[in-house]
């Protein structure tokens, strides 16, 4: 196997390529939502499907995978170091229809689109994983004031203050840094939704 920097793009277009059904979920899935981009891994939901693991079988041939620790895999999760990076495969049998039809065509980047889970369901994948940190970015993701498309898209010209769009979106990310900041001091504690 070829040791290459981290390559997600190629790792998501190899799954496009061979039609194999999936949702991005994981650090990546927030960073194509906006959140920070830090991971090492492209991390994917599977549906229970027997027609997609052939497809599956033959993208990971085609991205040099070796499977990653087999005596750490489990029976919903397998792991796999490709040409390009590492790939993690998680089969939720019960919530995949659920998390799919809440996720989002998107464009992550270079033009390869992938089926993005929504930053909720992302949350609540995070909140039953041991990645504290992770989880409390998309927390603060998720309870900040999201900025809506037509802030985005409005015209210039269309705010009567100069410049008074682009201080409206700055000061909403400084108050997701002030959040984070404030969570890891111990200032704010974080509430955790009761099940």
Avoid: W
């Avoid at 693991?53 to 990653?68: I, N």
């Avoid at 489990?74 to 490709?82: G, I």
């Avoid at 989002?104 to 390869?112: L, N, P």
């Amino acid at each position: 196997m070829v040791d290459q920097a981290f390559d997600p793009l190629r790792i998501l277009a190899g799954l496009r390529s061979h039609g194999v059904s999936f949702v991005l979920v994981g650090g990546l899935g927030a960073a194509v939502h906006g959140g920070t981009v830090d991971t090492d891994d492209v991390d994917i939901c599977l549906p229970n499907d027997p027609v997609n693991l052939p497809r599956l079988a033959l993208s990971l041939q085609q991205l040099g995978a070796q499977l990653d620790a087999p005596s750490a895999a489990s029976d919903d999760r397998v792991s796999y170091e490709t040409s390009y990076g590492r790939l993690d495969c998680i089969e939720l049998p019960l919530d995949f229809e659920a998390l799919n039809a809440n996720a989002t065509e998107m464009d992550v980047g270079h033009g390869v689109k992938a089926r993005v889970a929504s930053l909720e369901d992302l949350a609540r994948l995070k909140r039953t994983s041991p990645d504290l940190e992770g989880a409390v970015r998309l927390h603060a993701l998720v309870g900040s004031p999201g900025v809506t498309y037509e802030e985005l898209t409005l015209p210039v010209d269309a705010d009567p203050e100069p410049n008074g769009r682009i201080d409206r979106l700055l000061e909403k990310l400084a108050n997701v840094d002030v959040f984070l900041t404030e969570v890891n001091r111990g200032e704010r504690p974080l509430r955790r939704k009761k099940s």
